[in-house]
C-alpha cells in the first residue's frame, strides 16, 4: 500500500519534468533549422509576384502590424514581446540569418502554412495572398530594432 | 500653345457671351461692316461655346451605381460584371465591422467603418478578372474576403 503514493509522486514529477521546457541544443536547432530549409518548408521556387518596391513594403508593414506583431514585434526583432525568451523555441529574429536564408517562397509557404510544432501558426485566410507576399517584402527591410516602438496591445 | 488653347476652350462660353453682347451692340449701330464682323464673332463664339457643352455632357454621363455589402468574411454580392471604359461607382455598406475593398491592379481602394457608407468611382481601362480584397483587417476570415470583378467589352 505504501507504494501507491511513491508511484503517484513519481509520475507528477515525471509529468512536471516532461513540461519543462528548456532552451533547445545547438545540435538539435542545426538539425531541425537544416531539416526545414532543405525538407519540410516547401515551395522553395514560387517567386514574388508583386514588386519590391516602397508601395509594397508600407502594405506588408501595415499587413505584418495586425496579426505578426504580437509574436514578433513592430520591427520583427521581437521588440516588446514580453514571453520572446520564454517559449521553446525561442522566436527567433526575423532579421537573422536562420529566416533570411529561406528563399520569398518558402517565406510565403511558413506564412500560408506556420512552422509546426513551434508557435508559428499558418496564416492562410486570416490574411490574403496579397497581403503575405507583401510582407514578405517587408520582412526582407525589416527596420532597425527597436525602431518601431512596442506594439500596441503591450502598452496597456 | 496648347495650355493657351485648352484655357480658351474652358472659358469657351464666356468667350461666346462677350461676342453675343457684342454683336448685339454692333446690331443696335446698324452698320453692315460691322454686321459682317457679328457674323464672324458669332460663328467663332458658337464654335467654342460648342466645345464647352460637348465636354459637359461627357462628364454628365451617369456613371453605374453598384451597391456592395462588406459583411465578415464575403461581401455580397461576390460578383460583379462591368464593361470596359463605363464609369462605375462602387458604394460599398460595412455591416459588423470596418472593412475595404482593394482592387490593386486597378489602383481601386475603398475603406468603410462599421454601419457607414463609402464609396469610389473609377472607370476601368482593362478587360479581365480583378479580385478585390477586404482592405482593412477584420478577424479570422479577413484573408478570403474577396469579390471578383469581371471586365469585359
Not at chain 1, 506583431?69 to 532579421?95: E, K, R, W, Y
Not at chain 2, 477584420?138 to 469579390?147: A, F
Request: with cysteine; glycine share 12%.
Amino acid at each position: 500500500m505504501r507504494r501507491i503514493p511513491i508511484l503517484a509522486t513519481a509520475i507528477v514529477s515525471l509529468g512536471l519534468g516532461g513540461c519543462k521546457a528548456d532552451p533547445p541544443w545547438k545540435v538539435e536547432t542545426k538539425t531541425v533549422t537544416f531539416a526545414k530549409h532543405h525538407v519540410f518548408v516547401r515551395n522553395k521556387d514560387q517567386r514574388n509576384p508583386l514588386p519590391s518596391n516602397a508601395d509594397t513594403w508600407v502594405d506588408g508593414k501595415e499587413a505584418f502590424s495586425h496579426y505578426c506583431v504580437s509574436c514578433h514585434g513592430m520591427d520583427g526583432q521581437n521588440t516588446g514581446v514580453p514571453f520572446a525568451d520564454h517559449i521553446s523555441p525561442p522566436i527567433p529574429l526575423l532579421t537573422s540569418k536562420e529566416v533570411q536564408s529561406y528563399t520569398d517562397g518558402q517565406l510565403k509557404w511558413i506564412l500560408d502554412n506556420g512552422v509546426s510544432p513551434s508557435g508559428m501558426p499558418g496564416s492562410k485566410g486570416t490574411l490574403s495572398d496579397d497581403e503575405l507576399w507583401s510582407i514578405v517584402v517587408y520582412l526582407r527591410h525589416l527596420p532597425p530594432s527597436g525602431s518601431q516602438g512596442v506594439p500596441d496591445m503591450y502598452t496597456h | 500653345m496648347a495650355d493657351k488653347h485648352g484655357r480658351s476652350c474652358e472659358r469657351g462660353g464666356l468667350i461666346a457671351a462677350k461676342r453675343i453682347a457684342g454683336a448685339a451692340q454692333y446690331i443696335s449701330k446698324g452698320g453692315f461692316v460691322k454686321r459682317r464682323f457679328m457674323l464672324l464673332g458669332m460663328l467663332i463664339g458658337f464654335a467654342l461655346a460648342g466645345m464647352t457643352p460637348a465636354r459637359s455632357v461627357k462628364a454628365q454621363a451617369a456613371p453605374r451605381r453598384i451597391e456592395v455589402t462588406a459583411k465578415r468574411f464575403a461581401f455580397d454580392p461576390g460578383e460583379i460584371t462591368v464593361k470596359k471604359g463605363q464609369p462605375v461607382v462602387l458604394v460599398l455598406h460595412g455591416k459588423d465591422a470596418a472593412h475595404g475593398l482593394r482592387f490593386r491592379e486597378l489602383n481601386v481602394d475603398v475603406k468603410v467603418s462599421a454601419g457607414g457608407t463609402s464609396e469610389v468611382q473609377f472607370t476601368p481601362d482593362k478587360t479581365g478578372d480583378f479580385v478585390g480584397h477586404c482592405s482593412v483587417f477584420c478577424g479570422s476570415g479577413h484573408g478570403g474576403m474577396m469579390l471578383t470583378l469581371h471586365v469585359v467589352d
